[in-house]
């Protein structure tokens, strides 16, 4: 059932190496005298089970020490917060639901797919079982229904960090009655999710969840500007929002995030082709300021933003957005001003193109969400 699982055979000889290894700093047990002596894995502390599985770190060895005895399955139960099946290629469905109820204290979990494997029974063992989840990845999960939203509600109300994105059987009902109960959401994902980010969606999660930082509503065509602006309101943290191929957004959308959201530091609009010059005004006009009234550019402001296909853009316009934020890059080595297939563009440069000393400055590290 475990893709590329040890043999026993390799794990003996391992554990063999260990006691010759350490046999010759045994000390005398404090209580008669007797020599401590490992006789088998089951054998081995808690402790330095927990620290060989942090080096070794890979989940797949996490899983088959969970069953070589009652006592290291309670003490991964209790000791393993963190676990990926990424790697699992086949059958991922019944091992998540074996091992849900053993890996009760998990808190991040990655369940990422190159096929479609998931079913909704296996998020409801998550559910069932793992209560202090924050953080969840069902990416690309296609067979996944409302089921499995609504199960999470009940199941998981901590979590802070949900990717979603290519579950397309979603419906804006589930999602919405999933930020109803989990409102400390940071971090959402939702590109693709074409029937569960609608406007109405985006209204509730604005009510309910005022912490959220990230959102990736690519692809998401329903999106209008009634949705955006609400966001821009409710969510006032929000630094990363990625709306690429939201094709009915205006630039009411932009003008809303610009005046709305001060903390913004990636924005996504490839291909939203209704986007115009107001837009990247109202962008170069949204410096945010300290408690001091200072304005730090390359902290405070954009670094990161996408206006691919937008063909209605203007050099000025577009060139305004890149002098107020020096984080902006056009140069091929910090490319975080992405203006592809607009040809009109070609002449915007940023400051490293008049300073070219800037360039080979230290490179900023990558804003991710």
């Known amino acids: 059932m475990v893709s590329g699982r ?25 209580s008669g005298g007797q ?72 808190q ?15 998020v409801e063992a998550v559910a069932n079982y793992c209560h202090d989840l924050r953080e969840l990845d069902l990416s690309r999960s296609f067979g996944l229904s409302d089921r499995s939203l609504y199960a999470l509600a009940h199941g998981c109300p901590h979590l802070t960090r949900l990717n979603i994105s290519g579950c397309s059987n979603f419906s804006d009902t589930a999602l919405t009655y999933l930020t109803c109960r989990c409102k400390n959401l940071r971090c959402l994902n939702l590109c693709g999710c074409v029937k569960a980010a609608t406007d109405k969606a985006l209204q509730v999660i604005a009510q309910n969840c005022a912490q959220l930082q990230s959102l990736n509503l690519g692809w998401c065509d329903d999106i209008t500007d009634k949705g955006v602006t609400s966001l821009a309101s409710g969510c006032p943290d929000l630094r990363a929002v990625d709306l690429c191929g939201c094709v009915r957004i205006t630039d009411e959308s932009v003008v809303a995030l610009a005046n709305g959201c001060p903390h913004l530091r990636s924005l996504g609009l ?75 563009l ?22 991710a969400y």
């Open 270 to 344: 490839y291909f939203c082709q209704n986007i115009t010059d107001r837009a990247m005004y109202s962008l170069a006009n949204s410096r945010v300021k300290s408690k001091r009234g200072r304005w730090d550019a390359v902290k405070d402001g954009l670094a990161n933003l996408n206006i691919s296909q937008c063909t209605a853009l203007t050099p000025p316009a577009v060139q305004a957005v890149c002098d107020s934020f020096p984080a902006l890059h056009t140069c091929a080595e910090r490319h975080s001003l992405i203006i592809s297939g607009c040809l009109s």
């Open 35 to 106: 020599t401590a002596a490992l006789s088998g894995w089951k054998d081995l502390p808690v402790e330095l089970l927990l620290r060989i599985l942090s080096i070794v770190g890979d989940d797949r060895m996490v899983i088959v020490a969970s069953g070589v005895c009652t006592g290291w399955r309670d003490a991964l139960g209790w000791g393993v917060t963190n676990l990926s099946l990424s790697w699992c290629k086949q059958n991922m469905n019944n091992l998540m639901i074996s091992l849900a109820h053993k890996f009760t204290k998990l």
């Open 346 to 367: 070609t002449s915007v440069h940023c400051a490293c193109a008049l300073h070219p000393h800037r360039a080979g400055r230290a490179l900023m590290p990558s804003h």
């Open 6 to 30: 040890p043999a026993n055979g390799e794990l003996d000889a391992w554990f063999n190496s260990l006691i010759v290894s350490s046999s010759s700093q045994m000390r005398q047990a404090e």
């Open 108 to 122: 991040f979990l990655t369940l990422r797919q190159t096929k479609s494997q998931l079913e909704d029974s296996a």
